[in-house]
């Protein structure tokens, strides 16, 4: 199968690193990936015969930039020539994401899946304003959108709403979609911390941005809420809908007072379907020990799903880290491969 | 899609039940199941038209016999004549298992595989038998053979190592995969009981064989252990390797002994890969609070995969029962007609 990747941020190179690390095991599996272009926002490489992966990332840890990865027969490579060429089966997305215009990842993906390439994508903001567009383009093409990584990462959240739980109706889905503000959570109880001083040290060990509000004020949370519900429920929502509470007001007394009485707090998202219409709200909650979410802790993650006839289905896991997100859209890739169908 | 259904025990029962509530939905889907044979050990019925789901299900309610069915159009059934006549697409077998033969779901799943029937099982034996062979069957005449139902019910085991862990090694697999004994366990923890007062509630409530033996003494955790360790460790263990330990002789000086250190007693079949070989073993473990398999309790089951890529997944859910054993065989069935690849 021959890929190209746009976005060359934590992500796109840590599935540069995994591209060389699981060599065996996918060749193992009959698949050999072959990477055609890698892309970021300053420019592009391509090789007709594959780009080295351990080249290219020995490469770019002696601070080399993309562009001028000097290998024999490597290129300059646009997006544009990229679409016009037509010798990839799949494209990567991993481009920064916005929740407002989609852009780029956007247009990344459309002219993609028009084009007849199969498209992974890590990149929520496309997810959420056109994921049934972007759903409607690939089946006319013929191809799959992989979208395993928007929501949860390593975490399966997507996959198990809709496999796991075919023919059942989701009354409700709560979950713990944010590493960066569990892990504060978690680290302002073990610890006994203020709310600052357990976002300094997410800070200094690369679990939260230097500006952390799309994690803490409960947006992230409220994105990735809302695509699971617009695609597991079959629903129209939208982010502005969504009553988002964050964890910045939490005090250390307010937990330790939680601690006391055996419980803990934690920021879910929730959904649950009422008798005329589903209810979406982010916020903190006080989970008891008995809860399936009380011992999600650090930056793990986790969802719930109440169900008619499947009963609840509880899926932990999926640790923050561009390791794991690129392992998810290896994962991806490797079911596209296999014929799973996404869309 | 026509579908023929052998085996008319609990689970086949409430699988005709569920054919009818959910009709609605699957229709929505595109989904039309025409049921056409319904089969046990006395006998069978056919109708070339489909037989009604609702009528069969008031019928055996009022006592009635499968065979005695009298809807217009019935006609005698043999699993000879839907084999040669070759008018449905997928069997449900869902006989008693048996571990030593895998008779006579064996015989029933293999000539309908040969017949391109695709097919979806409840039945433990076979799988355990004669997986691989049977997968060389299925993918010789393109069909698929859905075994959700065998490790788990309502619990996605298979499907969350297989299709949510591709590309990732699993490293161990440790899981509460029997929901009887998990509940006597919960009983006596909660209750403060005896193993036999427990065993007793179990029974009374229909979660407990009148011969509970293979629940309590841990060979149903361990078969479902060793379908999971060879199917997604690609392994070939066998039964009599497994070091198998039951809950009989526990006593609830053990488990409040466990409580008073903050710590539950669990049956845990568990899959370790070591330096040269998988260690599988069945039996007791004190899990401490901050274990993800901590609170699953009652009837509930839970799987714990450890991966190298893509962290741990814990899986919790699918409470005991026929309700969710059937809900777990129309799954299966609506991922085939989706086109999900299962072999």
């Known amino acids: 199968m021959r890929i190209a990747l746009i976005g060359f941020g934590g992500v796109g190179k840590a599935f540069i690193e995994l591209l060389h690390d699981k060599h065996e095991i996918l060749k193992s599996m009959g698949?050999?990936?072959?990477?055609?272009?890698?892309?970021?926002?300053?420019?592009?490489?391509?090789?007709?015969?594959?780009?080295?992966?351990?080249?290219?990332?020995?490469?770019v840890h002696q601070g080399g930039e993309l562009c001028e990865f000097p290998d024999e027969g490597i290129r300059k490579e646009t997006f544009q020539n990229l679409i016009m060429r037509r010798d990839v089966d799949l494209l990567i997305e991993t481009t920064p994401t916005n929740n407002k215009t989609g852009e780029p990842g956007l247009t990344h993906i459309s002219k993609a899946?028009?084009?007849?390439?199969?498209?992974?994508?890590?990149?929520?903001?496309?997810?959420?304003?056109?994921?049934?567009?972007?759903?409607?383009?690939?089946?006319?093409?013929?191809?799959?959108?992989?979208?395993?990584?928007?929501t949860g990462g390593a975490l399966p959240t997507i996959n198990a709403g809709?496999?796991?739980?075919?023919?059942?109706?989701?009354?409700?889905?709560?979950?713990?979609?944010?590493?960066?503000?569990?892990?504060?959570?978690?680290?302002?109880?073990?610890?006994?911390c203020s709310y600052e001083e357990a976002l300094k040290q997410?800070?200094?060990m690369g679990i939260a941005e230097t500006d952390p509000?799309?994690?803490?004020?409960?947006?992230?949370?409220?994105?990735?809420?809302?695509?699971?519900?617009?695609?597991l429920m079959e629903e129209e929502h939208k982010l502005r809908e969504i009553r988002v509470e964050g964890i910045?007001?939490?005090?250390?007394?307010h937990i330790q007072e939680a601690k006391k009485e055996g419980k803990?707090?934690?920021?879910?998202?929730?959904?649950?379907?009422?008798?005329?219409?589903?209810?979406?709200?982010?916020?903190?909650?006080a989970l008891s020990q008995d809860h399936p979410l009380f011992n999600v802790n650090s930056t793990n993650k986790a969802v719930r799903y109440i169900t008619d006839t499947l009963g609840d289905l509880t899926v932990i896991g999926?640790?923050?880290?561009?390791?794991?997100?690129?392992?998810?859209?290896?994962?991806?890739?490797?079911n596209i491969y296999k014929g799973y169908p996404f869309v």
Chains 1, 2 share one sequence.
Request: charged share 20%; net charge positive.
């Open 202 to 204: 997410a800070q200094q």
């Open 213 to 231: 509000s799309l994690d803490v004020e409960g947006w992230d949370t409220a994105t990735k809420l809302l695509i699971l519900t617009n695609i």
């Open 113 to 150: 899946l028009e084009r007849g390439f199969h498209v992974v994508t890590a990149n929520k903001g496309p997810v959420l304003l056109a994921y049934k567009q972007l759903c409607t383009l690939a089946a006319k093409s013929h191809v799959q959108l992989g979208i395993g990584c928007t």
């Open 31 to 59: 698949l050999t990936l072959i990477l055609k272009s890698v892309m970021n926002s300053k420019g592009g490489i391509y090789n007709p015969m594959g780009i080295d992966p351990l080249r290219l990332i020995e490469h």
């Open 264 to 285: 803990r707090l934690k920021l879910i998202g929730k959904a649950e379907k009422g008798n005329n219409r589903t209810a979406l709200t982010v916020g903190i909650e």
């Open 248 to 253: 910045t007001r939490l005090s250390p007394q």
């Open 162 to 192: 809709r496999f796991d739980l075919a023919g059942a109706q989701i009354l409700s889905i709560e979950g713990i979609l944010n590493g960066t503000s569990n892990y504060i959570l978690s680290e302002m109880e073990e610890r006994d």
């Open 318 to 334: 999926g640790a923050s880290g561009t390791k794991s997100a690129a392992a998810s859209i290896l994962r991806d890739i490797i």
